[in-house]
């Protein structure tokens, strides 16, 4: 599953519109809004293309994860696999996406949003021929890179082709159906993985990526940002890649090759002390990725802290979600796809509601009661058998966790860009955004490994100090392999048979409950951080003074550089974990 659509705008929209706001009030109406706007028809046709250049990437986030248990049993993969196909991705995203928006800015936005789409659908085409893991995984790195040359781009297309208030109707536009993609994209990718196969939701990515480069070179004019910082940073993205992707690696692994193997131990430490160093190194540069100064303000500061806790939980949570209902409980991709459909159905539904409310009477307490709710829902997940029933068990839980994710999207992106100046909220947009997807790499990467842990005791506990034939013995080994997934028994007696499946299946649900209760957990941290941090701005005006207020917000940025604000990359949270951004509709 990927992050919510409505958690905010993917796009780095250059300096003269930072980032297009849109205020928490504003809901948009995918039914009427290309038709109410005083536009060109050149204008309506780029504003499509952007709209199905998005969608591409964010019903490929979706339905990813959908489909972790089909490619499992095509490509014989376990856990660390499956968290590898996603992670891949993610990593290469998270790297690149603060630089992809400054291609444009530098290059042409058309230009570099038609490489993106271009390579997006290479790399798809190479990720439905993979003939093994290791091919499909080098696949997935690949497209995250295309993934952070094509997202950036998208709102900032929109943002150089209208002004005034046909801007921010043409971005209610595109935010309405980017929405729409995350409702369909589950139960679609379900529907077509049980039709033809796994592969079929990387083959359906290549006609909407045809008709998207048709458009764009028909319709979609070229623009640049004159002013904008002509370089790339690339020690800082080498730093921030290595940071990010020492951790990663030594945690995926850790469950097959232990703690004392140097194999975890050493990228884990050197990932560690990258990323350390890439934090000096963006304190220093005169032109950085992440710009530290921003984090001085506090609302900005606080929210980043609630973004790094909630979207843990979300996006590590309803990635195991997805595995325990296809694997354990034996639904089909379809039914596990719709089964999590209900959260992007009341995002979409009460996520601008919630907004007016942020901004009627400030986000603190939609920000510290919104990640509590959904952390109790995930709790909630506790219930959740090894049948897991559907309208008993698990729609609760998903109702509850929809509504209160829904208080939380809106009026923390709003957060995030009122807590800054003008000119900068492309940057913050875009740090907050890259938080939240680093949340979800690092939960996706700790939850498994602890997962792993916890099943493989849990299945020694259960078998008991009977003994095991030898047969019984491998196919214990084989199942330590594969947590959150059912034993294979072929060539066991019935006795031992049942015995292992039961066991195996016992010890899956017990591991699950463990990572969906820390997950839960992370998501109500999130908002208590909120609830002691955040500051309305009538309380944050009344301690401080209307001059004192000013005086503290500029403060804060003053020794920002002026840069394209596109290289910030995303403009909050974009949905699609990949994962619960979707995924709730998941990257």
Same mark, same amino acid.
């Given at each position: ?429 875009? /740090?907050? !955004? $890259?938080? &939240?997807?680093? *949340?979800?790499? #690092?939960? @996706?990467?700790?939850? %498994?490994? +602890? ?51 039961? /066991?195996? !299946? $016992?010890? &899956?649900?017990? *591991?699950?409950? #463990?990572? @969906?209760?820390?997950? %839960?957990? +992370? ?65």
């Amino acid at each position: 599953m990927s992050q919510p659509a409505g958690a905010g705008a993917p796009g780095g929209l250059g300096r003269e519109a930072s980032c297009v706001r849109v205020w928490p009030g504003a809901e948009p109406d995918p039914g009427r809004g290309l038709d109410s706007l005083p536009v060109s028809r050149q204008q309506r046709l780029t504003l499509i293309a952007t709209i199905l250049g998005s969608t591409v990437v964010f019903l490929d986030s979706t339905v990813v994860n959908v489909a972790l248990p089909s490619i499992s049993r095509g490509l014989g993969i376990g856990l660390a696999g499956q968290q590898w196909v996603v992670e891949a991705y993610m990593l290469a995203l998270v790297s690149l996406l603060l630089v992809g928006g400054s291609l444009g800015d530098q290059f042409g936005r058309r230009r570099v949003f038609t490489l993106g789409l271009i390579a997006f659908g290479l790399t798809s085409m190479l990720c439905a021929l993979a003939p093994s893991a290791g091919f499909l995984i080098g696949a997935r790195a690949l497209q995250g890179i295309a993934g952070a040359m094509l997202v950036p781009g998208s709102l900032a297309i929109v943002a150089a082709t209208f002004e005034g208030a046909s801007r921010g109707k043409a971005v209610g536009t595109w935010t309405a159906w980017t929405g729409i993609a995350t409702v369909i994209g589950p139960a679609g990718g379900g529907a077509l993985i049980g039709l033809a196969s796994w592969r079929a939701i990387f083959w359906v990515n290549i006609p909407l990526i045809a008709l998207t480069v048709g458009l764009t070179r028909r319709a979609v004019g070229e623009s640049r940002d004159p002013d904008a910082f002509h370089g790339i940073d690339w020690l800082g993205i080498a730093l921030s890649a290595a940071g990010f992707g020492g951790p990663v690696f030594g945690l995926i692994e850790q469950p097959t090759h232990g703690w004392s193997d140097p194999l975890v131990w050493v990228p884990l430490l050197a990932g560690i002390a990258c990323f350390g160093l890439f934090v000096g190194h963006e304190a220093r540069a005169r032109q950085p990725m992440l710009d530290l100064a921003l984090f001085k303000i506090r609302n900005f500061a606080v929210a980043n802290l609630t973004t790094l806790a909630a979207y843990a939980g979300l996006i590590g949570g309803l990635f195991f979600v997805g595995l325990f209902l296809q694997q354990i409980a034996g639904y089909t991709p379809l039914e596990a796809g719709l089964a999590t459909t209900p959260i992007s159905v009341i995002l979409f539904l009460l996520s601008p509601r919630w907004g007016r409310l942020a901004s009627a009477r400030g986000p603190r307490l939609p920000m510290s009661a919104g990640p509590i709710v959904a952390g109790l829902g995930l709790l909630l997940m506790l219930r959740v058998g090894e049948q897991a029933p559907y309208a008993t068990e698990v729609l609760p839980a998903i109702l509850l966790f929809g509504l209160g994710l829904s208080a939380t999207v809106a009026p923390l992106t709003a957060t995030v860009l009122d807590s800054v100046a003008e000119r900068h909220v492309g940057v913050a947009s875009g /740090a907050n !955004n $890259g938080i &939240s997807r680093v *949340a979800g790499l #690092l939960a @996706i990467a700790v939850l %498994g490994a +602890l997962i792993s842990g916890h099943f493989g005791s849990a299945l020694d506990a259960n078998l008991g100090s009977r003994p095991l034939s030898p047969a019984a013995r491998q196919a214990v080994a084989e199942a330590k392999e594969q947590p959150l997934g059912r034993a294979r028994t072929r060539g066991l007696t019935p006795a031992e048979a049942a015995r292992l499946a039961s /066991a195996a !299946n $016992g010890a &899956s649900t017990s *591991a699950f409950h #463990l990572g @969906i209760g820390i997950a %839960g957990l +992370l998501m109500i941290l999130g908002g208590i951080v909120a609830g002691w941090g955040i500051e309305d701005p009538r309380r944050a005006r009344s301690r401080l003074g209307p001059a004192g207020a000013e005086r503290q917000g500029r403060a804060a940025v003053a020794a920002l550089p002026t840069r394209g604000a596109a290289a910030a990359g995303e403009c909050g949270h974009g949905v699609g974990t990949e994962g619960a951004g979707s995924q709730p509709p998941n990257a």
